[in-house]
């Protein structure tokens, strides 16, 4: 797959690589309504070769497979905790450094599709250790594996005692596919409206600051975060609590939250073997966020950030009234 980089570059040439711009929104919320090209998303999403298709078999394999039992998991012990967080730490492990190893350490597609011609950066005193790579992969196995974890745990041991009611798929076969459908919707929600509150200057501060130290990001930072904001981040599964799912649907929507950033965060729009394109990987609406800051709070799932003004859509006139945007904040 040859790329025009000279095509492909903004006229400051701030990007080694971007999609087609301006970029869209997702068409569920398209006015007016776009059910064709809604239907076909959807498909995509669910069929064809992606994060969200991995993670759903992961998910019902690990259920099947790798779950402690429920008599096992009404009381907290040890052992099947431990389980659980193993568990997570090499799922994450293997993604995270599947991505990293084949796209920055053995540059197997060289910088082809890689939105920013960046390095990580080394012998940096912002960063733990100095060091990039390390800073993120300490943030994310520390911080964002127990916090994950945590989390899984608190949720199947109050299913084990009744504290989170969930549903077999033979008690409500039709809500199962409901409830992964209206996911990305939820987390999308969810997501847009606690980043907010991370961006608050005191929480930015103390907490978020930390993930921000990523400008130019990698696989391994998208959950390099503060165990505060981890915490923070990952609640959006608390609602598996109140509204009963299918575990596999909680475990999915963990993946999604936890391990998604990997790839979400990549660098690369796609991955490619042999020229060819074998999933999609960096959200290039995140990107812009990491570059530019106080805009694309969200995610391209739901026009959140259209609604209230942030959104930015990788154009140059999008960039100027962001940095005006920007200004006018910090002024404030």
């Known amino acids: ?166 549903l077999t798929f033979a008690e409500a076969p039709v809500w199962f596919f409901v409830s992964l459908l209206l996911l990305p919707i939820w987390a999308s929600m969810h997501f847009y409206w606690v980043h907010r509150f991370l961006h608050w200057p005191p929480m930015y501060k103390r907490v978020h600051a930390l993930h921000h130290r990523n400008v130019n990001v990698g696989p391994w930072s998208g959950l390099s975060m503060h165990p505060v904001e981890s915490v923070i981040y990952l609640s959006s599964v608390l609602i598996h609590f109140v509204v009963p799912t299918h575990p596999v649907i909680f475990l999915l929507h963990m993946y999604i939250k936890a391990v998604g950033p990997a790839f979400s965060h990549a660098g690369f729009e796609k991955v490619l073997v042999n020229d060819k394109r074998l999933t999609d990987a960096g959200d290039f609406h995140h990107q812009l966020h990491h570059r530019f800051f106080e805009c694309n709070y969200g995610t391209a799932d739901m026009p959140w950030d259209k609604w209230f003004g942030s959104f930015h859509d990788g154009t140059d006139e999008a960039g100027t009234r962001i940095k005006e945007r920007r200004r006018k904040m910090y002024q404030s």
Not at 21 to 44: C, D, E, G, H, T
């Open 1 to 166: 797959m040859e790329i025009d980089q000279a095509k492909r570059a903004t006229k400051r040439s701030i990007w080694n690589h971007h999609p087609d711009l301006p970029i869209q929104n997702s068409p569920l919320f398209s006015w007016p309504p776009k059910p064709i090209r809604a239907a076909k998303w959807l498909v995509r999403r669910w069929v064809d070769i992606t994060a969200t298709l991995l993670f759903t078999f992961v998910a019902i394999g690990f259920y099947l497979f790798l779950q402690p039992a429920p008599e096992t998991m009404k009381t907290l012990a040890p052992g099947w905790i431990a389980t659980i967080y193993v568990r997570n730490l090499l799922f994450l492990t293997t993604v995270a450094g599947g991505l990293h190893l084949y796209l920055f350490t053995l540059k197997r597609q060289g910088k082809n599709l890689k939105y920013d011609a960046r390095e990580m950066m080394v012998n940096n005193g912002t960063f733990t250790f100095r060091n990039q790579v390390y800073d993120n992969m300490f943030w994310s196995l520390a911080g964002g594996v127990t916090a994950w974890t945590f989390l899984e745990v608190l949720y199947f041991w109050g299913a084990a005692n009744g504290y989170a009611t969930t």
